[in-house]
């Protein structure tokens, strides 16, 4: 118990650092001044794990009743206020910081609503919700579609990295080995699915294709 509750603290203060890099870089994209990347960084990088907590009964929430989840956001925020150059250099910063913030928010979201005695296919969907909560109200702040929305891996990867978790708990796995094969695989399929443009079928496409498919008749 003792290894969980600590691998839990890991995950969860990993996840609202990277989450909150990630809605810091978006607030400076966005020309925020730096109260707003601030309030950006703390909801991206609280919000999943405050819906989880307050879903399985956690209250007040762990981002609320201990300040280290402050604490991390707010240096998240610092972070990219002060050295947002070298961060912009990526290819697309918040795409990549929202990928690993993804896979950790999932297995923690997953294995702490197993603590709490949900049933395996509700702990599997509550380690998607947390992973995708903090991206949704990033992104909704800052008034874009949110990416869970947009037709690519991103609540599925959540799903599949949550899955691992849950099924390594019903294995009687490790925890730890679990935890890491689970975030792994949560985060290659967000990479593939940026690097590759892995998507879900979405339905501008399939009326595209039934009218090139009709078209294509015509012209027969």
Known sequence: ??????????LDLGGTFVFALSGAV????????????M??????????????????GATP?????????????????FVVFFWYPLLARLSNPVLWFDAIGLAFFAVAGAQKALVYGLNPVMAALLGMLTGIGGGMVRDVLVNQIPTVLRADLY???????????VGGQRLALAPVPTAIVGGLLCFALRYMAIEHGWHLPAAGRLRRNEADSERHQSNS
């Open 26 to 37: 978006a607030a400076v994209k966005h020309k925020l001044d730096i109260f707003g990347i």
């Open 155 to 165: 609540a599925l990867a959540a799903l599949a990295g949550a899955a691992v978790a």
């Open 1 to 10: 118990m003792r290894v969980t509750h600590v691998l839990l603290m890991v």
């Open 61 to 77: 929430p762990a981002a609320l009743a201990d300040w280290k989840y402050l604490g991390v956001s707010v240096l998240a925020g």
């Open 39 to 56: 309030v950006l960084a703390f909801a991206a990088g609280n919000a999943g794990g405050i819906t989880r907590d307050v879903l399985i």
